[in-house]
């Protein structure tokens, strides 16, 4: 008579060995699994507090690939901010419904794969400007915003007695807000910060209020 295996035999039964294609990297795949983690780990922590290790963690990744692929903590950090910048010059064209841009960005503040919080350690702890390159790319973006908020300005589509970058600074500035005071939102709203209706309702408040500026102004009669 034959006996069935038991649960116990079963589980001590060897592993199918992968097949080669099975075993072969994927070496996109695992930098962007890299890259994400990255996003998480310094959005919580900073550059500072962010430690390599995690990093690898929470990828499940060899601490190794993050030095083989990226050259440790200060290139997977500059990385980051090339892939947002390549996302913004894609996702944001200088065409760009002003209402719908403003909306955009509220919502990539939230997305994981972008940290809104990375810009406001960076701005507290003093990271990231020893990155001439990412500086300067981000500073030439900066000055091309300015001077789109100037022609609109100019076509009557904005109030010009606001100076163009300060408006650009506070717009920037409220588009991160739901990512940088999580706590304020569920204070005031009663919601997290993160959920998708809050974050639909509260970009387009902002679009309405960044809207509301091309009424009147300087440009009124009488």
Do not use: C
């Amino acid at each position: 008579m034959t006996t069935k295996k038991s649960d116990k035999d079963a589980r001590r039964a060897p592993r199918r060995t992968p097949a080669a294609h099975e075993r072969r990297r994927d070496p996109e795949r695992t930098k962007a699994l890299i890259l994400d983690a990255a996003t998480e780990e310094f959005s919580a922590k900073g550059f500072a507090g962010a430690r390599v290790s995690e990093i690898a963690a929470r990828a499940g990744v060899n601490q190794q690939l993050i030095t083989y692929y990226f050259d440790g903590k200060e290139g997977l950090y500059r990385e980051i901010g090339r892939r947002w910048r390549t996302h913004e010059a894609r996702a944001f064209p200088d065409g760009m419904d002003q209402a719908e841009m403003i909306k955009s960005y509220v919502r990539a503040s939230l997305d994981p794969r972008f940290g809104g919080r990375l810009l406001a350690w960076e701005g507290l702890a003093g990271t990231g400007e020893d990155d001439e390159e990412g500086v300067a790319e981000r500073n030439a973006r900066l000055r091309q915003e300015v001077e789109l908020i100037r022609r609109r300005q100019a076509a009557g589509e904005l109030d010009d007695r606001f100076d163009p970058a300060a408006l650009l600074l506070i717009q920037m500035s409220a588009a991160n807000a739901l990512a940088i005071y999580p706590q304020l939102a569920r204070g005031l709203f009663g919601a997290d910060g993160r959920s998708p209706e809050l974050v639909e309702h509260y970009a387009g408040q902002l679009a309405e209020l960044i809207g509301s500026l091309g009424t009147g102004g300087s440009r009124r009669s009488g």
